[in-house]
């Protein structure tokens, strides 16, 4: 089945849920599609952030409603951690050097063992209350060393797909050695970046205010919203996604220059020049913003057209509506993309 019908069946059954007010998540088609597509969701059992749980829940929800199959990749229990640090410190021979190396070898060996023997051909890596550079949500060491080995992992095998949103983009980016910041040492105070948190404290809540993405002309992700969007003047599209980060990838020349050098491109910015969004050598897109947060919302039925052009809260409604088909588009990319 096309990305196009599906997003047209999606569409139907959105004005369905609008006008009956009801709207079961998975329509039959979706359904149809779950054994084809098997998505490996980095998450775990017993909360470690806050709203973790929650927010894993909806993005399963998400992609379950979509036809995909989800299997957890619970970053806790994926592998035996401790097994794999007592097995480093016996191949390392006392040479403290090469117990890092060891490990990230042995836990890369794992993870792709794990997506194999559970036929998984992409992977999701969400965000939450943690950061990769600075207190109070550090990530656990387990995630982090996780994340690392499926960077790694999908950059030498493009047949696996990835996609990561807010702290996954800066958990992978952190993986690859590029250097993630806070937002106001980036912009220069607190007050500045509070427009990246203007999605707190729930980016998936229904009426969440949102913020602009401006999408680099002739990027992958300028094609995929193309059906949705008008470019400007320029050639550049913008959507209005849900933001709400204290992280990001730092934009100093010589960071971004390490960037392009790894085979990542730069195709989204916010409108201070925060990047908010990076597509790698093989086609994957990671987000600083919640694009999935409006996926979520437009499969509830909680989006839906402006019935009058003329008014301005119609206009904005329009908006979310088309940024929502786009965040659909988006998902649909990932997961149905050969």
């Not at 890596?125 to 499926?150: K, S």
């Not at 010589?254 to 790894?262: G, P």
């Not at 965040?327 to 050969?338: M, V």
């Amino acid at each position: 089945m096309s990305v196009c019908f599906r997003s047209l069946v999606l569409l139907l059954s959105t004005v369905v849920c609008v006008i009956n007010t009801t709207c079961v998540a998975a329509s039959v088609v979706f359904q149809q599609q779950a054994q084809q597509v098997v998505v490996g969701f980095l998450q775990t059992v017993e909360e470690t952030y806050p709203e973790e749980l929650t927010f894993s829940h909806n993005i399963y929800e998400l992609f379950t409603g979509l036809g995909a199959k989800v299997i957890r990749l619970d970053y806790n229990k994926v592998l035996d951690f401790e097994l794999i640090r007592q097995s480093a410190l016996e191949e390392a021979h006392g040479d403290i050097s090469k117990i890092h190396d060891l490990e990230a070898r042995m836990i890369k060996e794992g993870i792709l063992s794990f997506l194999k023997e559970n036929e998984i051909d992409r992977v999701f890596i969400p965000g939450n209350y943690y950061n990769v550079d600075a207190e109070p949500y550090a990530p656990t060491p387990n995630r982090q060393l996780v994340t690392a080995a499926i960077a790694e992992i999908v950059h030498e095998n493009p047949a696996i797909k990835l996609m990561g949103v807010c702290g996954g983009l800066q958990g992978v980016m952190h993986a690859m050695g590029i250097k993630v910041i806070r937002v106001y040492k980036l912009l220069g105070s607190h007050e500045s970046a509070a427009v990246h948190a203007v999605s707190m404290p729930d980016p998936h809540h229904k009426d969440v205010v949102l913020h602009r993405l401006r999408i680099v002309p002739g990027s992958r992700l300028a094609s995929i919203v193309s059906k949705h969007v008008e470019p400007d003047t320029n050639g550049w599209y913008s959507l209005f996604f849900p933001d709400a980060h204290g992280g990001v990838v730092s934009n100093d020349p010589k960071n971004v220059k390490k960037l392009e050098d790894l085979g990542y491109k730069i195709v989204g910015f916010s409108d201070d020049g925060i990047i908010e969004a990076v597509e790698d050598v093989h086609g994957n897109i990671l987000f600083q913003d919640h694009p999935e947060a409006l996926a979520i919302n437009m499969l509830r039925g909680h989006v839906y057209p402006a019935t009058d052009s003329t008014d301005a809260t119609s206009s904005l409604q329009d908006l979310r509506y088309k940024a929502a088909l786009s965040a659909i588009s988006i998902i649909e990319d990932f997961l149905y993309r050969h």
